[in-house]
Each structure stands twice: as C-alpha cells, then as structure tokens.
C-alpha cells in the first residue's frame, strides 16, 4: 500500500545528542517537506525539497538540515539536540501538479 | 501576504449541528484550499480542497464555501459526530506548491 513513513514515532534524547529522524514514501512522489508542529497545534514549513538533490529551507528557522539523495527518502538531521527543539516533526509529500500533500504519522521528539 | 488566519480557536456543538469554521487569506496568488482533518497521535489528512474558480465544494456533510472578493472560505460540518471531534486546518497555495496552514481549530462533538 502507498504511504508515507516516518520513524521514530517517539524520541526522548538527551542536550547535545546528534538525531536523524527518518521520513520515506512510497508514492513516487517528487516533493517532500517537513514541517513542525508545536503544543499550540500550528504547523511551521521547515524544509522542502522538490526533487533528487534539490532541498530548499522554509518559512520557520530552523538549526535542523535535510537530505534528498533518492527519491523516496527525506531525512532530517539535528546535529545537536537542545531542548528548544521539542516538538513534533511532520513529514508529507505531493505528487507531480497535486497541491494536496500525505502526511506521515509524526515525530514526537522530546530533548531533555 | 503569505498569512492564513483561521478561527475559532476550538468550538463544542451538540451531535446534529452545524460545525462551521473560517479562514482568510491575504496572497490573491494563492490558488488552492485545503481542509485537513487530524485526529490525536496522527498526522493530517487532507479532508477536502476547493479552487477559486468555484464558490462551493461538497463532499458528504463536509462543505468548503468560497468567497473570492472577501478572500474568505469556510468549512461546514453538517449533521456534526462525536467521531468528527478533531482538529482541522485551513490551508492555501499557489505555483509554489507550499502549503501555509492555518493556525487550527479543535472541533469538539457532544454526544
């Protein structure tokens, strides 16, 4: 079945650790993002990337950092956790000319 | 510009109603509104989207009214669930196919 993956579902690490949260879709999609969520439910565009090799930041600053080396993989990488990155982390993706995005089931990450 | 403003904040209605929440935008550049649904412990799903070139979508009980002039669109959540208790965002996009969401309304059904 197409879908969209994200793993861990729940991360508990502690200040100064390196993180990578992993996203994949099986869709074949070609535009992924990530996007994060806070206790106030707004979501916040932090990357995106309309292709292979191809990774844009978004609208909310953010120290995190993304790769696209294929198609279906987008992860995120915190090279050093702090607290102030609590939260949760949505990823989703969009086929070729399709506005609606899929999201994964999130990311709850919590730095302590 | 790039601004979706959406209220209410959360809103109750009694099983049967009418649940309605709104949205406006600013970016006349934006050409595409979505509603997604999200339920605790998920991700969003997209519920139903609508373009400016109509000023009503249905979809079940689930309405998307559309006002180009105002640069407002709303949700209408006819005959309201328990099972419709979620939290729903109001989204736009143009040409760059980044969606800006809305800040959120959580959307409870009584019994």
């Known amino acids: 079945e197409a879908d969209i993956y994200q793993t861990p579902r729940y991360l508990v690490i502690g200040t100064g650790k390196k993180i990578t949260l992993e996203c994949s879709q099986t869709m074949g999609h070609d535009k992924m993002y990530w996007y994060q969520q806070d206790p106030g439910m707004e979501l916040h565009l932090i990357h995106y990337s309309y292709g292979v090799n191809s990774t844009e930041k978004g609208d909310l600053s953010s120290e995190s950092t993304v790769s696209r080396i294929r198609t279906e993989h987008f992860p995120l990488t915190l090279e050093s956790a702090r607290p102030s990155h609590t939260s949760q982390y949505l990823c989703a993706s969009s086929g070729p000319g399709v506005y609606g995005y899929t999201f994964g089931s999130g990311t709850r990450l919590t730095v302590v | 510009q790039q601004q979706v403003k959406q209220s209410p904040q959360s809103l109750i209605v009694q099983k049967g109603g009418i649940s309605i929440i709104n949205c406006a935008y600013e970016n006349t550049a934006f050409d595409y509104f979505p509603w997604y649904q999200q339920f605790p412990g998920k991700g969003p799903a997209l519920l139903i989207a609508i373009r400016p070139d109509v000023s009503e979508k249905k979809e079940g009980r689930f309405t998307i009214s559309f006002n180009k002039s105002a640069k407002q669109f709303s949700l209408h959540i006819m005959d309201s669930q328990p099972g419709d208790s979620a939290t729903y965002f109001c989204?736009?996009?143009?040409?760059?196919?980044?969606?800006?969401f809305g800040s959120g309304t959580r959307l409870l059904v009584r019994p």
């Open positions: 989204a736009a996009t143009g040409s760059s196919y980044k969606l800006i």
